[in-house]
């Protein structure tokens, strides 16, 4: 049983950054897989990016190289560090956990998080 609750969404400028936290309890194995997805209106989910607990990731081509996530399994928090966020990437953001033997997709998640990059 886990829950997952996210925070530090809100409105940015084009190029500016955001810090995304999604904390976790429960119960979680050290093996379990985390990620952030993201919808926009009219649009279908979409995976942003995971980390596994050997912290080895995987973001998507439009992400890569602007975002970063990371785990931190002492506080049972992971991070999603948005940098020269850009307009498209405005969606409301999903925490994910999944254990090993879940497909993609599956799993627990949290409320969602607004992100919105407008002038």
């Known amino acids: 049983q886990v829950q997952l609750v996210e925070s530090g969404g809100g409105l940015v400028q084009p190029g500016g950054s955001l810090r995304l936290s999604c904390a976790t309890s429960g119960i979680i194995f050290s093996r379990d897989v985390m990620g952030w997805y993201r919808q926009a209106p009219g649009k279908q989910r979409e995976l942003v990016a995971t980390?596994?607990?050997?912290?080895?990731?995987n973001y998507a081509d439009s992400v890569k190289g602007r975002f970063t996530i990371s785990r931190d399994n002492a506080k049972n928090t992971m991070y999603l560090q948005m940098s020269s966020l850009k307009p498209e990437d405005t969606a409301v953001y999903y925490c994910n956990l999944k254990r090993t033997w879940q497909p993609n997709g599956a799993g627990t998640w949290g409320q969602g998080t607004q992100v919105t990059v407008s002038s």
């Open positions: 980390i596994s607990s050997g912290s080895t990731t």
